[in-house]
């Protein structure tokens, strides 16, 4: 059990110390893919063609990005729309841009972040 005894404020911070060996094992490196892809996909739904785009904008409140979402799947890309909890605190929406953001820099065309701004 942590206890602080130096100055504490009312945050909700947390510390942590770990040790491990320069650079990541294959194994680690498989583990954090497959941890992003449980946090970043695991709610949303994949949208294959256009027919999945019409339904998916006819079942929700989105109205807007059709022809963007479209011009992704004529690029062969799986789209994949879903939503955050809006409760989720605020460092969680820089995560989700961050790592988008990363995505796209990979400057490879195989990610396109169509709606992407967690900031309303």
């Known amino acids: 059990m942590k206890v ?4 504490v404020t009312n945050s909700s911070s947390s510390s942590f110390i770990i040790a491990k060996k320069q650079g990541f094992t294959n194994e680690q490196k498989e583990a ?5 892809e449980d946090l970043f996909f695991e709610y ?8 999945d785009v019409q339904k998916y904008l006819d079942e929700s409140s989105i109205r ?9 799947l004529d690029k062969g ?4 729309a879903g939503e ?9 929406n820089e ?3 961050d790592f988008w ?3 796209n820099k990979t400057g490879k065309n195989d990610f396109i972040g169509i709606d992407i701004d967690m900031n309303y």
């Open 101 to 103: 953001d990363a995505l």
């Open 77 to 80: 890309l799986i789209v994949y």
């Open 4 to 7: 602080r005894t130096d100055f």
């Open 95 to 97: 995560i989700y841009e």
């Open 64 to 72: 807007y990005h059709q022809e963007e979402i479209n011009d992704a």
């Open 32 to 36: 954090i893919i497959h941890w992003a």
């Open 84 to 92: 955050v909890d809006c409760e989720i605190p605020v460092l969680w």
């Open 44 to 51: 949303t739904q994949t949208l294959l063609n256009k027919e």
